[in-house]
Every structure is written in structure tokens, then in C-alpha cells.
């Protein structure tokens, strides 16, 4: 099992920069794969960016690439999530997210439904 706690969220102008961060609990983590994803107000949940493993593999939403950074410390048991440039349509919860029953995924998803466990989340607000 692992359990997963965000931070780093808050009130920011647009243009701004956020770091979250994913701290993780349970001996598991550094095998997995982990995501970050987001959910607007009345818009369903979207994937923003996940990272493999062994921190090798990235991917990320079109709709950030050039802005926002992931990175993982297995040391540390921490994933974060760079956010930089941000925008007002960044708004939303984020969550980090993991792909608890496969450790050693080779393919890294940006599919919700191949994540198994989930954050309570963190705000984002971009004012304009």
C-alpha cells in the first residue's frame, strides 16, 4: 500500500510559478510509476504529466509541455510537479496518483483509469 499526500498548492498570478509536491508513504514507491493529474470546476478529471519508475520517462499533457516539470526523489519518497508560465485555465484540484499493482511499469500512462491510487489533492488558483 502507499499513501499519498499533496502540497504546494495555492493562490498565484498568471504567469506565475508553483512547485507541488507528492510525499509518499510505504516501502513500495520507488517502483512505481506515478502521475499528476487535474480536475476544473464541472470538467472532468485530466492527465497533466506522469513519470516512470526510475524517473527515466516523462510525459506530459500538450496543454503544458514547456511549462511544467515533473520529477521524482525515491530517496525521499517524493514526486513533484514544476509548474511554471501558469495561466488562469490551470485552475484546478491536483493529484498525484499511483500505479500501485504494476511496479516496474515499462509504459508510463496518461489514462486515469491505470492509476489505482490517488491524493486527496491540492488547489491551484491562477488569477488574471
Known amino acids: 500500500q502507499v499513501q499519498l499526500v499533496e502540497s504546494g498548492g495555492g493562490l498565484v498570478q498568471t504567469g506565475g510559478s508553483l512547485r507541488l509536491s507528492c510525499a509518499a508513504s510505504?516501502?513500495?514507491?520507488?517502483?512505481?510509476?506515478m502521475g499528476w493529474f487535474r480536475q476544473a470546476p464541472g470538467k472532468e478529471r485530466e492527465f497533466v504529466a506522469a513519470i516512470s519508475w526510475s524517473g527515466g520517462s516523462t510525459v506530459y499533457a500538450s496543454s503544458v509541455k514547456g511549462r511544467f516539470t515533473i520529477s521524482r526523489n525515491n530517496a525521499e519518497n517524493a514526486v513533484y510537479l514544476q509548474m511554471n508560465s501558469l495561466k488562469p485555465e490551470d485552475t484546478a484540484v491536483y493529484y498525484c496518483?499511483?500505479?500501485?499493482?504494476?511496479?516496474?511499469?515499462?509504459?508510463?500512462?496518461?489514462?486515469?483509469?491505470?492509476?489505482?491510487?490517488w491524493g486527496q489533492g491540492t488547489q491551484v488558483t491562477v488569477s488574471s
Open positions: 510505504g516501502r513500495t514507491f520507488s517502483t512505481l510509476n
Open positions: 496518483a499511483a500505479d500501485l499493482y504494476r511496479p516496474y511499469n515499462t509504459v508510463v500512462h496518461s489514462s486515469a483509469g491505470e492509476y489505482e491510487y
